[in-house]
């Protein structure tokens, strides 16, 4: 049980572009998601916490114009990178809160932005 | 303000040794424990987690953690390494928010490297 999916897993795309990540909880509903960001060799960084049917919450220094955030349903949350920049390449990982106060993470998905 | 420090960066062990990650925390309130492993480009698997009541907790994957309130610490150990555990080890204590306890504040992490 448990189980959190993202999609895509990697994507490449141009400068100025947007992408859209998705993010499923499988077997079971999560009012709240979260979506991190991960450089590498270092740990997590919290972006934002999406909360289903409002709006999400930022992390301080990161811009919610540039990362949009939409939690429809209890089972997926998105996070569009808006006019995405080399310096948005990274690996996106979101995690789902269960009713037992646990996160449960996706794979990741690896952003590379040319 | 809430903190966790993972002190060792890079630890290798043999395989069939005994492993002890280290993890500290600073939280004012009870906290909720977490340990989570990481292999290279995936998400992350919790290992075990500790809420309340006995303070060795066990997981999968043969692991255990014991949480030490005196000493403000969860240290992760498993008696017996196989080369598979190899991977990044995160520790986690989660914080108020909204009234629950989800928001996560990790450590900077430990790779654990496994020798033949």
């Known amino acids: 049980g448990a189980v959190v999916s993202q999609h895509p897993s990697w994507v490449i795309c141009k400068s100025g572009t947007s992408v859209k990540i998705e993010c499923r909880s499988l077997d079971f509903q999560a009012t709240?998601?979260?979506w991190?960001?991960?450089?590498?060799k270092q740990s997590l960084m919290l972006m934002a916490t999406s909360n289903e049917g409002s709006k999400a919450t930022y992390e301080q220094g990161v811009e919610k114009?540039?990362?949009?955030?939409?939690?429809a349903s209890l089972t997926l949350s998105t996070l569009?990178?808006?006019s995405a920049h080399p310096e948005d390449s990274s690996f996106y990982i979101c995690s789902a809160l269960t009713m037992t106060e646990t996160q449960y993470f996706g794979p990741g998905?690896?952003?590379l932005v040319l | 303000a809430q903190s966790v420090t993972q002190p060792d960066i890079h630890i290798t062990v043999s395989e069939g040794a005994?492993?002890?990650l280290r993890c500290n925390y600073s939280y004012g309130a009870t906290p909720y424990l977490f340990w989570y492993v990481q292999s290279p480009g995936q998400g992350l698997q919790l290992l075990l987690k500790y809420f309340s009541g006995d303070t060795l907790v066990q997981g999968i994957k043969g692991f255990e953690a014991e949480f030490k309130r005196s000493q403000s610490s969860f240290n992760l150990r498993k008696?017996?390494?196989?080369?598979?555990?190899?991977?990044e080890y995160f520790c986690a204590v989660g914080t108020l928010y909204g009234g629950a306890t989800n928001k996560l504040i990790f450590g900077t992490g430990t790779l654990l490297a496994v020798q033949p």
């Open chain 1, 32 to 34: 709240t998601m979260f």
């Open chain 1, 36 to 40: 991190y960001r991960q450089f590498p």
């Open chain 1, 65 to 71: 114009d540039k990362f949009l955030i939409n939690h």
């Open chain 1, 80 to 82: 569009t990178v808006t």
């Open chain 1, 109 to 111: 998905t690896r952003l």
């Open chain 2, 18 to 20: 005994s492993l002890e």
């Open chain 2, 79 to 87: 008696p017996s390494v196989h080369w598979s555990d190899a991977a």
